[in-house]
C-alpha cells in the first residue's frame, strides 16, 4: 500500500487547510485510513480515523473542527480542518490499516502543517 498525501502549508489561527490522502489500491478493503500528527519533542497521536464501514473517530482536542471524508471511487481520504490553532502545528501522517492475513500499518510521507498565532 502506499499512501500520498498533500495540502499541508502555513496557515493563520482561525484558517483552513484540507489534507488529502491518496492509496494506491482500494481503500474498501482497508480495516480503516486515517490521521496521525506529530508536534516537534511530542508522540504521534491519532488524529481522526474512518473505518471501512463509515464510522469516525476523532481526537477530543479536534472534535468540531476537523473533519474526515472519503472517496471510496478515487481511493481518497481527506481531512478537512477549520478553526486552527496554534497547537494544531504538526507534520500530519496519512495511515491505512490493513488485514490480508495479518495486521499492518501502512503510512504515507508527512505533510507539514503550520498555524501561526
Known amino acids: 500500500v502506499q499512501l500520498q498525501a498533500s495540502g499541508g502549508g502555513l496557515v493563520q489561527a482561525g484558517g483552513s487547510l484540507r489534507l488529502s490522502c491518496a492509496a494506491s489500491?482500494?481503500?474498501?478493503?482497508?480495516?480503516?485510513m486515517g490521521w496521525y500528527r506529530q508536534a516537534p519533542g511530542k508522540q504521534r497521536e491519532l488524529v481522526a480515523l474512518?473505518?471501512?464501514?463509515?464510522?469516525?473517530n476523532y481526537a477530543d482536542s479536534v472534535k468540531g473542527r476537523f473533519t474526515i471524508s472519503r472517496d471510496i471511487a478515487k481511493n481518497t481520504v481527506s481531512l478537512s480542518m477549520n478553526s486552527l490553532k496554534p497547537e494544531d502545528t504538526a507534520v500530519y501522517y496519512c495511515?491505512?490499516?490493513?488485514?490480508?492475513?495479518?495486521?499492518?500499518?501502512?503510512w504515507g510521507q508527512g505533510t507539514l502543517v503550520t498555524v501561526s498565532s
Open positions: 489500491g482500494n481503500i474498501f478493503t482497508y480495516n480503516s
Open positions: 495511515h491505512a490499516e490493513t488485514n490480508w492475513g495479518s495486521r499492518y500499518d501502512n
Open positions: 474512518i473505518s471501512r464501514n463509515g464510522i469516525t
